[in-house]
């Protein structure tokens, strides 16, 4: 759909050094987005060129909002395109293309546990608030460079949820020090204890045990950097958990015309595929990703 957003909010978010940006858009996409999917908005700089740069920026939707009939979206300057972006003030429209892609699908019970690295908790926010309106618990594993980026990347909003919350930062100024990873593998070990299992994998003949296994328990949702999406999928096979990743790639199009954001996939048949992260995507299962080819 291309559609026009009408900026509503256009605000800093958090400490001014951090370079995050909230934008509220009004429009008809909040009536049919879902978590983990994506917009792609138009940025012009007015002053040089109606066609430049040319093309869109892909945001994922942090927050959807249909009785608001209102989008969040939240971003990090980092390049021309987003410097333009952030000039956008309220009472504008914006040209927006979207809903884009294919989001998280949620369990039916039991726990869902989101992973994020630094910015990639973005589009995990619209995820919890999905998972929390269908009654699911959620627990937030989150790891960022320091305190200073936690707190402006809107962790009192996560705190609001009234969810249980691992932080870690790699210097230690907030949580513990380390990788969020180190956390995840921590908590998994401890679920798998306290279900009863014996053995990591080999879970598939127990239909008789009066215990569920963790896999039946527990649901895992990730974004952030590549490697750490990695980690976090080799543990989950490790714990035969089930997980979903939101891949992030540069795009050109958006709508898998150009192919620049093609990744590589293995199906169950053991063979290489390629698929689209702005169309097939962005969200696969972490299995079904090949982390050691080019995305």
């Keep these: 759909m291309l ?39 138009q940025v012009q700089d007015s002053s040089i060129s109606s066609f430049d740069p040319l093309l869109r920026r892909p945001i994922s939707l942090a927050e959807v909002s249909p009785d608001q009939n209102e989008i969040t979206l939240l971003y990090r300057i980092q390049g021309r395109g987003t410097e333009i972006l952030a000039r956008a003030r309220c009472g504008e429209r914006l040209s927006v293309m979207g809903p884009l892609g294919n989001g998280f699908s949620l369990p039916e019970v039991g726990e869902l546990w989101l992973v994020a690295g630094g910015i990639g908790i973005f589009p995990l926010y619209a995820l919890a608030q999905s998972a929390l309106a269908q009654g699911l618990s959620v627990r937030l594993f989150w790891g960022g460079e320091n305190q200073s980026f936690l707190r402006s990347a809107g962790l009192n909003d996560w705190q609001a949820l009234g969810i249980p919350i691992h932080l870690c930062t790699l210097d230690g100024t907030l949580g513990d020090k380390g990788f969020v990873t180190e956390q995840l593998q921590g908590r998994l070990f401890q679920s798998f204890q306290l279900f009863g299992q014996t053995k990591l994998i080999n879970i598939e003949n127990q239909a008789n045990n009066a215990q569920h296994s963790i896999s039946e328990q ?62 097939d995507g962005p969200v696969f299962r972490g299995e079904e990703v090949v982390w050691d080819e080019s995305c």
């Design 3 to 41: 559609t026009e957003g009408l900026v509503v909010v256009h605000e800093c978010l958090g400490e001014a050094d951090q370079m995050l940006r909230r934008l509220v858009l009004s429009g008809p996409i909040a009536k049919t987005a879902k978590a983990g999917q994506f917009v792609a908005v």
């Design 218 to 279: 527990i649901t895992v949702a990730t974004c952030g950097p590549k490697k750490m999406m990695q980690v976090v999928t080799e543990l989950c096979m490790n714990f035969a958990v089930p997980v979903q990743v939101s891949l992030e790639e540069r795009m050109g199009c958006a709508v898998g015309a150009c192919l620049g954001c093609v990744c590589t996939l293995v199906d169950e048949t053991g063979t290489l595929i390629h698929k689209k992260v702005c169309q």
